[in-house]
């Protein structure tokens, strides 16, 4: 928890120093925010089965010097069944960092970022060594990209974001998970 408060904490300090630098930048930023169908590709570390956890996400970026500015992400996925234990698993993440948008400005901009933060998960097991929760949070990393194209002044498509997400929320070996991830939905940007 104290590493979560952390994160929070330099994500803010990060944020409020972008937004400064961004106020004395000539030119304007560029902000948006996106709703995705979110689905993530997870292995179930002591059988070796994958399951599929389906869910949204809103984020939000700002383009503040060059492309460069602070971004934020918060995700919810649920699977009704892991492997053949038939548990179900429901996750919450909110996580903050930098992001690099290359042409912000055209028709169809990419952009790239880094995300850190805190992974909630709920509606499962979490073994541990006095038992089992029901519920857990851990750290969490988002490494990921897409593709936006914008339809109109303030529209955009996101055609496809490809992420990485690492975690460390209890499963009963080592406490380690990466998943894929794949979303695409549509945003406003102004």
Sequence with gaps: MRRSRTLLTFAALASTMMVSAQQQS?????????VTYTTERALRTSSGQSFWKQGGSVSYGTNLWRGFGPATDLSVGHAGSIGSSGASLTTTALTFGPRYRWHPKSKCSSFGEALFGFVHGSNSAFPTATGTNYRATSFSMLIDGGLDIRLDHHIDVRALQLGWVHSTLPNGADNVQNNFRLSFGAGIHF
């Design 26 to 34: 000539l030119q304007p930023a560029r902000t948006d925010i996106v």
